[in-house]
């Protein structure tokens, strides 16, 4: 049974930083594309940032958390990370880790998610 567990989240204030993990188990962490997508209320999940899981883990990320955000991963320790740094209020969102076995900004494409942290920014 695929379980993706995602913490770190929290409260702060614009400008500050935080560090979500996702940790997985139940599948072969070095093989999965990780990503991190989130959801503000009233609107559709959006895609944050992704790593894939071969050839120099290529990263893709939103335009909108471009040089702000880092994904990262562990595969020793089957964690996958999303660094966020000069947050903004418009970054409050929950956000959720999804594993798939290639980087889609889709949402509808995964199978596998967590349950999600909540990332709350105030000004």
Request: hydrophobic share 35%; aromatic share 14%.
């Given at each position: 049974?695929?379980?993706?567990?995602?913490?770190?989240?929290?409260?702060?204030?614009?400008?500050?930083?935080?560090?979500?993990?996702?940790?997985a188990?139940g599948?072969?962490?070095?093989?999965?594309a990780?990503?991190?997508?989130?959801?503000?209320?009233?609107?559709?999940?959006?895609?944050?940032?992704g790593?894939g899981?071969s050839?120099?883990?290529?990263?893709i990320?939103?335009?909108?958390?471009?040089?702000?955000?880092?994904?990262?991963r562990?595969?020793?320790?089957?964690?996958?990370?999303?660094e966020?740094?000069?947050?903004?209020?418009?970054?409050?969102a929950?956000?959720?880790?999804?594993?798939?076995?290639?980087?889609?900004?889709?949402y509808k494409?995964?199978?596998?998610?967590?349950?999600?942290t909540?990332?709350?920014?105030?000004?």
């Amino acid at each position: 049974q695929v379980q993706l567990v995602e913490s770190g989240g929290g409260s702060v204030q614009a400008g500050g930083s935080l560090r979500l993990s996702c940790a997985a188990s139940g599948l072969t962490f070095s093989t999965y594309a990780m990503n991190w997508f989130r959801q503000a209320p009233g609107t559709e999940r959006e895609f944050a940032a992704g790593i894939g899981w071969s050839g120099g883990f290529t990263t893709i990320y939103a335009d909108s958390v471009k040089g702000r955000f880092t994904i990262s991963r562990d595969n020793a320790k089957n964690t996958a990370y999303l660094e966020m740094n000069s947050l903004k209020a418009e970054d409050t969102a929950v956000y959720y880790c999804a594993a798939g076995r290639s980087v889609v900004r889709d949402y509808k494409w995964y199978n596998y998610w967590g349950h999600g942290t909540q990332v709350t920014v105030s000004l």
